[in-house]
T-cell receptor, first 111, second 113 residues
Framework: SQQGEEDPQALSIQEGENATMNCSYKTSINNLQWYRQNSGRGLVHLILIRSNEREKHSGRLRVTLDTSKKSSSLLITASRAADTASYFC???????????FGKGTTLSVSS | NAGVTQTPKFQVLKTGQSMTLQCAQDMNHNSMYWYRQDPGMGLRLIYYSASEGTTDKGEVPNGYNVSRLNKREFSLRLESAAPSQTSVYFCATTLSLSYNEQFFGPGTRLTVL
C-alpha cells in the first residue's frame, strides 16, 4: 500500500516560476526522499531528508519535513523546461527495509 | 562504470510464457530491489535483497521469483506470465537497505498478451 501521497497530481507552470509539491505519509519514518523521473526513464534521486531534519537545500531544490504533520514539501525555484518530469516522494520506515513510493506529481514547465 | 543495467529493454510475452529479467550493478552496493510501475500507481516493491544470499518479499510478490546470483546480479523471473504483469519493471540498488539513496536502472517494458 502507498505510504506517501503527493499533491497536486499535476502541476503546470511557466518557466521562471516556482513549483511546490507536497507529500503526506502515514507512519513514522527514518528518512524521506524525493526522486525525479523523466518520461520513459528510470528514477533519479534528488534529495534525502532525515527525520531529525526540518529543511534541506540542494541547488534550486528546497525540501521541508514536518514530522508532527507527517508531511514534506519540495520547492523548485526558477523552474526550467528541463524540470518537466514526474516527482515522487518515498519514505523509509524505522525498520529501514524498503522505500515506499507515492503516486507522484507530474510537473510541466512551459517556455 | 555503467551503474545499474537491465536487460532486456522491451519484451512481449504470451500468457503462460516464462522469462527472466536481468539486473546488474557495478557500484559495489549490498542491497538490490525490483519494482513495478503501473500508470497512476507509482512504484511498488516486488522483492528485495538486503545483501548477497538473502531475499525478501515486498508489497506485490505473487507471480514472481528472484535470485541474488552474486553481489552484482539480481534477477526477476516470471514463471507463467499473465496480462496483469504488463508493466514497467525497475531494478534499483543502494549501499545498505534503504537508509541511503537508491540508484535505478533504465527499466524493462513488459507486455503480456
Amino acid at each position: 500500500s502507498q505510504q506517501g501521497e503527493e499533491d497536486p497530481q499535476a502541476l503546470s507552470i511557466q518557466e521562471g516560476e516556482n513549483a511546490t509539491m507536497n507529500c503526506s505519509y502515514k507512519t513514522s519514518i527514518n528518512n524521506l526522499q524525493w526522486y525525479r523521473q523523466n518520461s520513459g526513464r528510470g528514477l533519479v534521486h534528488l534529495i534525502l531528508i532525515r527525520s531529525n531534519e526540518r529543511e534541506k537545500h540542494s541547488g534550486r531544490l528546497r525540501v521541508t519535513l514536518d514530522t508532527s504533520k507527517k508531511s514534506s514539501s519540495l520547492l523548485i525555484t526558477a523552474s526550467r523546461a528541463a524540470d518537466t518530469a514526474s516527482y515522487f516522494c518515498a519514505t523509509v520506515g524505522q525498520a529501514g527495509t524498503a522505500l515506499i513510493f507515492g503516486k507522484g506529481t507530474t510537473l510541466s514547465v512551459s517556455s | 562504470n555503467a551503474g545499474v543495467t537491465q536487460t532486456p529493454k522491451f519484451q512481449v510475452l504470451k500468457t503462460g510464457q516464462s522469462m527472466t529479467l536481468q539486473c546488474a550493478q557495478d557500484m559495489n552496493h549490498n542491497s538490490m530491489y525490483w519494482y513495478r510501475q503501473d500508470p497512476g500507481m507509482g512504484l511498488r516493491l516486488i522483492y528485495y535483497s538486503a545483501s548477497e544470499g538473502t531475499t525478501d518479499k515486498g508489497e506485490v510478490p505473487n507471480g514472481y521469483n528472484v535470485s541474488r546470483l552474486n553481489k552484482r546480479e539480481f534477477s526477476l523471473r516470471l514463471e507463467s506470465a499473465a496480462p496483469s504483469q504488463t508493466s514497467v519493471y525497475f531494478c534499483a540498488t543502494t549501499l545498505s537497505l534503504s537508509y541511503n539513496e537508491q540508484f535505478f536502472g533504465p527499466g524493462t517494458r513488459l507486455t503480456v498478451l
